[in-house]
T-cell receptor, first 115, second 114 residues
Framework: AAGVIQSPRHLIKEKRETATLKCYPI?????VYWYQQGPGQDPQFLIS???????DKGSIPDRFSAQQFSDYHSELNMSSLELGDSALYFC??????????????FGQGTRLTVV | AQKVTQAQTEISVVEKEDVTLDCVYE???????LFWYKQPPSGELVFLIR??????QNEISGRYSWNFQKSTSSFNFTITASQVVDSAVYFC???????????FGTGTSLTVIP
């Protein structure tokens, strides 16, 4: 079965650079989530989209933005990168959540290292 | 406010022992959903189980079992006859009846010693 695809898997950037992370949800899934997981930390919710519209917003810095495109893939854009942005970034997708508690399936993550 | 607490930070057991991972949650929603995810050393988050707040039936899947008790706001996870491949970080998560967001606990790192 198709899973959530994230690219790239690893990314190294310098401080103040920009980065774009991509996420391709499971086919027919209409909801996409972005999470950030620092070393030894639990995943922190950044933002979610339902049917290409922003649904919920968590602790996403103003330097970050995200969108979901017409083909349902999503991109997380990160600017003015800081050392503290180094983390594992997960994308997840689910079908018709909107408070129905459908499980989310996670991608393998993008490991971002800011040097 | 939604909150998930996993008080056990690290657990070590010897192979074939049983182990229970605790999860306590807080929510004001009358309908909510609970999940367990496994994060092996390779890093991906693997979905294990979902439970509705209105379904308190315990569930068993092979060596895994889950005990959901609304009275104590707990959703504990037991691995029977643990194996080395069970070594991972296990996260309990909560989703409410509005919005699209999962609230994760801080995770329990399980090490199964051969």
């Amino acid at each position: 079965a198709a899973g959530v695809i994230q690219s790239p898997r690893h990314l190294i950037k310098e401080k103040r650079e920009t980065a774009t992370l991509k996420c391709y949800p499971i086919p027919r899934h209409d909801t996409v989530y972005w999470y950030q997981q620092g070393p030894g930390q639990d995943p922190q919710f950044l933002i979610s989209f339902y049917e290409k519209m922003q649904s919920d917003k968590g602790s996403i810095p103003d330097r970050f933005s995200a969108q979901q495109f017409s083909d349902y893939h999503s991109e997380l854009n990160m600017s003015s990168l800081e050392l503290g942005d180094s983390a594992l970034y997960f994308c997840a997708s689910s079908l018709e959540n909107r408070g129905r508690g459908t499980e989310a399936f996670f991608g393998q993550g993008t490991r971002l290292t800011v040097v | 406010a939604q909150k998930v607490t996993q008080a056990q930070t690290e657990i070590s057991v010897v192979e074939k022992e049983d182990v229970t991972l605790d999860c306590v949650y807080e929510t004001r929603d009358t309908t909510y959903y609970l999940f367990w995810y496994k994060q092996p050393p390779s890093g991906e988050l693997v979905f294990l189980i979902r439970r509705n707040s209105f379904d308190e039936q315990n569930e068993i899947s092979g060596r895994y079992s889950w005990n959901f008790q609304k009275s104590t706001s707990s959703f504990n996870f037991t691995i029977t006859a643990s194996q080395v491949v069970d070594s991972a970080v296990y996260f309990c998560a909560l989703s409410g009846n509005t919005g699209n967001q999962f609230y994760f606990g801080t995770g329990t790192s399980l090490t199964v010693i051969p």
